[in-house]
Nanobody, 125 residues
Framework: QVQLVESGGGSVQAGGSLRLSCVVSGYTYSSICLGWFRQAPGKEREGVAAIYTGSDRTYYADSVKGRFTISQELAKNTVYLQIHSLRPEDAAMYYC??????????????????WGQGTQVTVSS
């Protein structure tokens, strides 16, 4: 069974940084799209970053380009989201996500097969 477990959320002042982590287990595919989505209260869930594990190619939403970096550490089955220059509008529940198969097209709004439980990011001004 595929499991995604996030960590690293917290409360940070605007302008600060955070690194979110997601440990992926139970996967049989060697190349897969992994990503991060976020949802703020009253707003729709949006994809912010994705990475195709086979090529290391990354994708970012326009709203986070230059401030967010997605990366992977294959030896630890972990995907990271490094966030810099946090803004109040970045406050949300952040979810790690994985595609259901390697055939899913990878982009920030890829078709998700598995979700993590989420980690909360709060930004104070």
């Amino acid at each position: 069974q595929v499991q995604l477990v996030e960590s690293g959320g917290g409360s940070v002042q605007a302008g600060g940084s955070l690194r979110l982590s997601c440990v992926v287990s139970g996967y049989t595919y060697s190349s897969i799209c992994l990503g991060w989505f976020r949802q703020a209260p009253g707003k729709e869930r949006e994809g912010v970053a994705a990475i195709y594990t086979g090529s290391d190619r990354t994708y970012y939403a326009d709203s986070v380009k230059g401030r967010f970096t997605i990366s992977q550490e294959l030896a630890k089955n972990t995907v990271y989201l490094q966030i810099h220059s946090l803004r109040p509008e970045d406050a949300a529940m952040y979810y790690c996500a994985a595609a259901a198969s390697s055939s899913v097209s990878c982009n920030t709004e890829f078709r998700v097969g598995y979700w993590g439980q989420g980690t909360q990011v709060t930004v104070s001004s």
